[in-house]
């Protein structure tokens, strides 16, 4: 059965560690075990060797691949310097993600967005539909976030606004998905 593969990329105002950006980095690790808890959640992208000395970068992935960003990062890959927030997950639907993505402690977070990111140029998440039995990559999101950037919503790649079926119908969350996020403008 088809799952949904979700990425997200945001920059940051300032490195971590920086005051400016510490509450959204304390907030990290509960907005990570809402969704671990949520209904459809099913893995996320967590590092193998999640050792405090080594960034991102550094990390092994396991079957999550080696850590990349979008073309659109052009900041730091060190601990004093990395300045971006990504995640990658699958879940079982398009509403399983969107209804962790605008309830709880994430919803929360998203209000808050403008204190601890820049203004994105590029699309902040991006999903798409990948087999049962497929684990994305970090490449792979950023493919799908460029994608998203360089030909807007498609099969290949798609948002909660203009979201498609697995076999790549367009299709439209319910009216009540799309309340949700006016007030997060």
């Not at 398009?94 to 601890?116: C, M, N, P, Q, T």
Request: glycine share 8%; hydrophobic share 35%.
């Amino acid at each position: 059965m088809p799952r949904i593969a979700f990425t997200t990329f945001n920059i940051l105002k300032e490195p971590y560690g920086h005051p400016v950006v510490q509450e959204f980095d304390d907030r990290t690790p509960s907005t990570f075990r809402e969704a671990e808890l949520s209904p459809g959640f099913i893995d996320r992208a967590v590092a193998v060797d999640d050792r405090e000395d080594l960034t991102n970068f550094e990390r092994d992935w396991g079957q999550w691949g080696r850590f990349a960003v979008p073309r659109f990062y052009t900041g730091g890959r060190t601990a004093g310097t990395d300045s971006r927030a990504s995640t990658l997950s699958l879940w079982k639907d398009i509403e399983s993600v969107f209804s962790f993505s605008y309830s709880g402690v994430h919803r929360d977070a998203l209000r808050k967005r403008h204190e601890w990111f820049v203004k994105p140029e590029c699309p902040s998440y991006a999903m798409w539909w990948v087999g049962d039995d497929t684990v994305p990559t970090w490449e792979d999101a950023c493919r799908r976030i460029e994608h998203l950037h360089d030909h807007g919503p498609t099969p290949e790649s798609f948002t909660f606004h203009h979201p498609f079926t697995p076999d790549g119908s367009p299709t439209k969350l319910s009216g009540i998905g799309r309340a949700a996020t006016k007030d997060l403008a």
